[in-house]
Nanobody, 125 residues
Framework: QVQLVESGGGLVQAGGSLRLSCAASGLTFSRNAMGWFRQAPGKEREFVAAIIWSGSTTYYADSVKGRFTISRDNSKNAVYLQMSSLNPEDPATYYC??????????????????WGQGTQVTVSS
């Protein structure tokens, strides 16, 4: 049974930083592309960042490029999202996702096969 468990969300002041973590189990983690998505109330879920199985290639939404960094530690079956310079457009529930396709780097939610339950990020002004 595949499980993705996010953690690290919380309340942060505008301009501050947070680091989200996602612990994976039940899958061959080192073969999966991993992604982060977010969904704010009343809005559709949107792509944030993705990282290929080896960690050698990453991709970011324009809205977070230069502020967020995705990384992974295959020895720990974990993926991370370091978020900096948080602004009032960043609050949302953040989800990590895993893709079964080896070698892919998907950026749309329908390409991902497994999802976590989400962690809430709130930014105060």
């Amino acid at each position: 049974q595949v499980q993705l468990v996010e953690s690290g969300g919380g309340l942060v002041q505008a301009g501050g930083s947070l680091r989200l973590s996602c612990a994976a189990s039940g899958l061959t983690f080192s073969r999966n592309a991993m992604g982060w998505f977010r969904q704010a109330p009343g809005k559709e879920r949107e792509f944030v960042a993705a990282i290929i199985w080896s960690g050698s290639t990453t991709y970011y939404a324009d809205s977070v490029k230069g502020r967020f960094t995705i990384s992974r530690d295959n020895s720990k079956n974990a993926v991370y999202l370091q978020m900096s310079s948080l602004n009032p457009e960043d609050p949302a529930t953040y989800y990590c996702a895993a893709d079964r396709a080896v070698g892919a780097l998907p950026t749309t939610d329908y390409e991902y096969d497994y999802w976590g339950q989400g962690t809430q990020v709130t930014v105060s002004s």
